[in-house]
């Protein structure tokens, strides 16, 4: 496997009235995202970029961090760096922005 992690995060845009990430943000948060791994020089082992929808416009923005699998919901920019630091480097998800299975 080229990466150790990867995380994609979703920029789908829709139509208004309907709710989507990329209109919430998500482009930000895939530079926030790719910023905050260059800054920990991890960007050869973990890739951060966009994707389209993850079918869960309810709860974004959205992301998703394989292998796990791991979901997360309602992502701010303000906590690019928990996750990354919680999750990407120490293996420990952030519970609190985890969606249910």
Excluded: W
């Excluded at 990430?21 to 920990?40: I, M, P, S, T």
């Excluded at 690019?80 to 420990?92: A, K």
């Amino acid at each position: 496997m080229k990466f150790k992690k990867h995380v994609f995060i979703c920029t789908n845009q829709k139509p208004a009235p309907k709710k989507s990430c990329g209109e919430e943000h998500g482009l930000q948060l895939v530079e926030a995202f790719k910023q905050a791994l260059k800054d920990r020089g991890l960007q050869i082992e973990i890739r951060a970029q966009r994707t389209g929808c993850l079918d869960a416009c309810a709860f974004g923005p959205a992301l998703v961090v394989y292998p796990e699998g791991t979901y997360y919901g309602n992502v701010q920019l303000s906590d690019v760096e928990e996750i990354v630091e919680s999750h990407l480097v120490n293996d420990q998800p952030v519970e609190r922005l985890k969606l249910p299975v």
